[in-house]
């Protein structure tokens, strides 16, 4: 049995947590469990977009001293995007819980069901 | 209930939609053997134009500079957004969380003694070799923030001056696009490290203004941080 490709593994994981991101958002009714799901999401798509970079045999993109010209990088500005969407993941992640606690202190509750003003 | 089981339904629908999508996805994907051309590009010119053995560094900080001075302007704006949203309120439905009890207890009171300097002196190294090796100004910013935030459990009654670290903020960005401003005027372009010589690659004194900007970028994440940390302590 040949082992399993490391972009592979690391694709079906990132994508595994933006699911588990998604359902957290979908199924859950409490805004801090939607919070984390969001930031679930966050953390799946940085995940994956570092493994689409992976070049078969590569090594991180910093050379020293044992670098040769055979040597093998893997891709670079897939590293540069990752921190850049870590960046927008926090303040997402920050936003929004401030805008839970801001509902919480208006509703006294976290529960989205609660929330209807819009629908009426 | 029906509304709710019409809900579950939909979602999990909508979930297996998903699911199916990036299975596709995954099975599709071929592991690339070599690297496409703009990438060959960066880690060929990296070291080459602007002696910065970090490709990663290079590009946030030169090829892609631009970016990386949106994304501490996006810092920025949640920092600042905080501070209206997260007010007191004048009629507010549910009373103010207690504040927690003055004293964090004995193993964080004196771990904080032990642990902070080190914090402070691993985000200083990350930022300031940033070039050289894995690191740059975002991660350490933020291991110092991580820092900053260790204090504040430490010492629940310590007050961070928000005045004082916006103010550090806004000057460190003024520098920042200074930096880019002399790299317009002596350089290539906007924000363009080679105005400064490049030096030896792999010393630490090398890659143009690289480190000055990672520098600048790294206190500027820090204080943006410590003071979205400091909002949330209300």
Known sequence: MTALPVSTVLMVTGFGLVLLGYSAILIHRNILKMVIGFSLVDSGIAIIVVALGYVQGGTAPILDADTTAATVFVDPINAALAVTAIVIGFAVTAITLAYAIRLYRLHGTLNVDAFTESRE | MTGRTVHLGLSALALAGLAFAFSRLVGAHVEPTALGQLAAGYIRLSPEELSVPNVVTGILLAYRSFDTLGEVA??????????????????PVASET??????????????????????????????????????????GGAIIATGIEFYMIARV????????????????????????????????????????????????????????????LGIKVAAELSVVLERFRG
């Open chain 2, 74 to 91: 996006v810092l920025y704006m949640v920092a600042a957004s905080l501070g209206p949203l997260l007010q007191p309120m004048d009629n």
């Open chain 2, 157 to 216: 009654a310590s007050a961070i001056n928000v005045k004082a670290f916006s103010a550090l903020e806004s000057g460190v960005g003024v520098l920042f696009v200074a930096v880019g401003v002399f790299g317009l005027v002596f350089a290539g372009g906007f924000l363009d490290p080679r105005f400064l010589p490049a030096g030896e690659l792999g010393h630490f004194v090398s890659g143009g203004a690289i480190p000055l900007v990672s520098l600048l």
């Open chain 2, 98 to 139: 207690p504040r927690l009890s003055e004293n964090a207890g004995e193993i964080i009171h004196s771990g904080h003694f032990a642990l902070l300097p080190l914090i402070g002196v691993f985000g200083a190294y990350v930022i300031l070799f940033g070039h050289l090796s894995a690191g740059g100004g975002f991660q």
